[in-house]
């Protein structure tokens, strides 16, 4: 009865786009979010633009969660939110900056979050 309830509610989140299914290595991260190499990993912060802004909004988007970020290369309200929820999805800690940790996960994430995301 208990993994058929977790198993309807599963499908119920994947549908809602709540849940990421998307994996992908750092190679394959690179194809679709070119804006700068898996090597470059400055920490970011609030405030923070440009090209490695820009990809870690287009690797968050990769990943999954709603709303997608506009990937415009600047470091406000919207991009925080979705980087404090990824970091609470893996276990780190939600500071909200993009630090080596954090680019580690958005280059390998975990399948899945239960995490709701933030209103």
């Avoid at 400055?42 to 990937?71: E, F, H, I, M």
């Avoid at 954090?102 to 209103?119: E, F, R, S």
Wanted: proline share 8%.
């Amino acid at each position: 009865m208990i993994p058929r309830k977790c198993a309807a509610l599963g499908t119920a989140l994947l549908a809602a786009g709540v849940l990421a299914t998307t994996p992908h290595d750092a190679a394959a991260a690179e194809k679709t979010c070119p804006y700068t190499s898996s090597t470059d990993r400055p920490t970011l912060t609030y405030v923070d633009t440009g090209r490695s802004v820009k990809q870690a909004q287009c690797l968050s988007n990769v990943w999954g969660g709603v709303p997608k970020l506009a990937v415009d290369g600047v470091f406000g309200p919207a991009t925080s939110k979705k980087i404090i929820w990824i970091q609470g999805c893996h276990g780190l800690t939600r500071t909200g900056i993009v630090d080596e940790d954090t680019w580690q996960v958005l280059y390998h994430p975990a399948l899945d979050c239960y995490d709701p995301y933030p209103k």
